[in-house]
């Protein structure tokens, strides 16, 4: 067990470090990276699946390595260049499948648990008991659900429309819990994409949502479609959990990113603070340059790369300079080594901002 949890647990690492700058331009050099901790997966792998007398823990670490080689041989198959992204993007697919099969064993091993949680993290001992003496990290629907952890509502891989949600396994009823809602970019899916943020919500006490658009991505020209299940979604997180409705970000990758902003512009938005990342926030500029919808005030932590292929990061820093003139509170973070995709390591600076700029609402 000892050797396939090592071999999995580095693979997983790697193939985190690379989704959070995964970049065209370093296909190579990523690939010869994921490579040789495949091989070592896929030996250490087949030797556990030889022995006869696996114990529980050990069937859950296969299926959760069988997910991870999945992914690398897509990630690897993927050619260079431009052309190759969208097929890197689909690798990530199973990585969190593999991400979602090994959390169930987050509850009974602590080197499990640490793994699920930021680096900044994993040496804090109380918050370690707090998760060891919680339920297990069991995967539910919600009709069947207790009140934490990781819940399913109608959105299977596969399913659009419906939403998951992490609940932290430490939760009570006796406080207001911040709540972080998660846009997946444009094929994207929210049983997928709550993983980049579910590290950070698990460390830091905040309930996280991640609904999955109607169609392939969000209605941007439409934005009242996706609302009505965004709406009920709300609702329904809100009548079972002791949300604090004046902690809400909206935050989102992409096309998930646009969406955000575009709901900040809707009246009676019940979101607090906004995140865009790698968006075309470029879209609420009118002809010159201006932005006329009502953002006067508005929280917002843009994040774009310099590197970004599909938005040219000259649109983000007009669009970010356009709302700072319409009056909005906006933080602008380019990060130079960003290409088109979702940074991680930038969570813990959005949830600073989220939690300090959010203290003069009482």
Aim: aromatic share 8%; glycine share 6%.
């Amino acid at each position: 067990m000892d050797a396939l949890w090592k071999d999995l647990s580095e693979l997983l690492t790697a193939f985190g470090e690379i989704q959070d700058r995964l970049d065209p331009t370093l296909f190579s050099q990523s690939a010869s990276r994921i490579e040789p901790l495949a091989a070592k997966l896929e030996l250490s792998r087949n030797e556990a699946e030889r022995s006869t007398q696996n114990a529980p823990s050990v069937d859950v670490l296969l299926r959760s390595a069988s997910q991870a080689l999945q992914g690398a041989a897509r990630f690897l198959e993927a050619p260079a260049g431009p052309h190759g992204i969208m097929k890197a993007f689909q690798a990530l697919r199973p990585i969190h499948r593999s991400e979602e099969i090994l959390y169930s064993l987050a509850g009974q091993f602590e080197e499990v648990s640490k793994f699920f949680l930021p680096a900044s993290h994993r040496e804090n001992r109380e918050l370690l008991k707090r998760l060891s003496q919680s339920p297990s990290g069991d995967i539910a629907s919600l009709s069947d659900a207790s009140d934490c952890g990781i819940i399913h509502f109608n959105n299977e891989r596969g399913k659009r429309g419906g939403w998951s949600i992490y609940v932290p396994e430490y939760y009570t009823k006796e406080k207001r819990w911040p709540l972080v809602i998660a846009l997946h970019g444009g094929s994207g899916h929210g049983a997928d994409f709550l993983w980049s943020w579910l590290r950070d919500a698990r460390a830091r006490g905040m309930l996280l949502a991640s609904p999955t658009s109607l169609d392939r991505t969000w209605f941007l020209h439409h934005p009242g479609t996706d609302v009505v299940g965004l709406n009920s979604m709300l609702s329904q997180i809100s009548e079972k959990w002791n949300v604090d409705t004046k902690r809400l970000l909206l935050t989102g990758i992409s096309d998930g990113g646009t969406y955000s902003m575009v709901l900040s512009t809707v009246r009676q938005s019940p979101f607090t603070h906004y995140a865009p990342v790698a968006a075309a926030v470029h879209a609420l500029l009118n002809r010159e340059g201006i932005v006329e919808a009502p953002v006067a005030d508005l929280k917002i932590f843009q994040v774009h790369g310099a590197r970004d292929w599909m938005f040219p990061v000259e649109k983000a820093r007009l669009a970010a300079s356009a709302l700072k003139n319409a009056g909005a509170n906006i933080v602008y973070r380019e990060v130079e080594d960003l290409s088109h995709n979702y940074p991680r390591d930038l969570n813990a600076e959005i949830l600073d901002w989220f939690t300090r700029s959010g203290s003069d609402l009482y």
